[in-house]
């Protein structure tokens, strides 16, 4: 049994790694822009760059549940942040798009086994409250990507090159690896009996899972990926201004995370998630409708939107009570694949339609995944895993 003192420094330890890793996810769409005039390529280039990333995630996210169960969590931690800070390390040697590519896919890697780590042990720290728990490690997430927003859009302002800030970055990256081997993880006895890994490729619930967690994916990142670019080149603001937009978005996924935990655990998942999902779809809708006017909306969404990928963890970890980290695994690696070739998508139809048609990819991914979850309440009333 883990003490109680050292299950308080495990739940910090997790909510250090969620920020940590928003702090260099939120360099994305600052960067975007520095990285197709420094490399000259554009949104179609740097959407295959990043798909290397997910990659990294697909590997990461299938050995990470395997990883979890065979070896425990302890190690995925260790593995995952020493990947991870390699990656992150190299990256302020980056002098072309081959080796841009090559330290967001090692980052990806690592990234992925700390996710699939902190996603399967939350459940276990918080019985009863898995919701709430998970919702505020989230937060962490969100908290993590406002602080970047609001430094990266001052820093880049004041002429500090992208290189000199992933250079910053990669401290918090060693940190995380100090805490992965000090810090005590509890056993966790796997149940089996009566159960295969194999029946779950067999599990049609596992696939209603996959595009439901897909559309949530690519809702997300468009809106990450793609809105500093989207206010830039349809507004023409300078990057200060177009950041302040991207810092309220993700202030507002940061509060999201911190307070809808707490309304999930209310409501219920499914019905709490459903109602995030269809505000999410409006705010985001009707902000592309109203043009510039719109863009508090559109960074208004990301209350909304914070639920969507930890709510999908605590659902998909009760639906598959056995063997929930390898389902977990399993399920947000075969969505990461999707989630590849429909971002790559994303991204020819920013260099041939224009950043604000290709930004409708948002709601509507939105509202695909509200109907999918829909679906899979229906037939998880109807049967028991």
């Not at 177009?242 to 999930?264: D, N």
Request: net charge positive; aromatic share 16%.
């Amino acid at each position: 049994m883990i003490t109680k003192s050292n299950k308080s420094f495990l739940i910090f330890t997790l909510f250090y790694f969620y920020f940590t890793m928003a702090l260099f996810d939120a360099s994305r769409g600052n960067f975007i822009p520095f990285f197709i005039e420094e490399f000259k390529i554009n949104n179609t280039v740097i959407s295959l760059i990043l798909s290397l990333n997910t990659l990294g995630n697909i590997i990461g996210s299938f050995l990470g549940g395997h990883f979890c169960e065979k070896y425990g969590h302890k190690t995925v931690y260790i593995i995952g942040s020493v990947i991870a800070a390699i990656g992150v390390l190299i990256s302020p040697f980056t002098q072309n798009i081959f080796m841009l590519g090559l330290f967001y896919f090692i980052y990806g890697i690592g990234r992925q086994f700390l996710c699939i780590g902190i996603d399967s042990m939350v459940p276990i720290l918080s019985v009863g409250f898995e919701s709430i728990l998970m919702n505020i490690t989230h937060f962490m997430f969100g908290l993590g990507s406002f602080a970047g927003q609001s430094a990266y859009g001052k820093l880049l302002s004041q002429g500090i090159p992208w290189r000199t800030i992933y250079l910053y970055l990669g401290i918090f990256f060693v940190v995380s690896v100090i805490l992965s081997i000090i810090v005590k993880t509890p056993k966790i006895q796997v149940t089996s009996v009566s159960f295969k890994r194999t029946d779950l490729y067999k599990n049609p619930l596992v696939y209603m899972f996959v595009l439901a967690l897909t559309f949530g994916l690519i809702s997300e990142s468009v809106i990450i990926t793609w809105f500093i670019s989207y206010i830039r080149e349809s507004y023409l603001l300078n990057p200060a201004d177009a950041a302040k937009f991207a810092s309220m978005f993700f202030l507002m996924f940061a509060l999201g995370r911190l307070c809808g935990g707490f309304v999930l655990n209310k409501l219920g998942d499914y019905k709490g998630l459903k109602l995030f999902l269809l505000m999410a779809a409006i705010f985001t809708l009707a902000g592309l409708l109203l043009k510039q006017k719109g863009l508090i909306l559109i960074s208004m969404s990301g209350f909304f939107i914070s639920l969507t990928f930890p709510t999908f963890m605590v659902i998909i970890n009760s639906a598959f009570r056995q063997n929930s980290s390898f389902a977990i695994g399993l399920i947000v690696t075969i969505s990461n694949i999707l989630y590849v070739v429909l971002f790559n998508i994303t991204g020819v139809l920013n260099d041939l339609f224009g950043t604000y048609a290709a930004f409708y990819a948002a709601p509507i991914s939105i509202i695909c995944c509200f109907m999918m979850l829909s679906i899979i309440g229906k037939k998880l009333n109807n049967e028991k895993i």
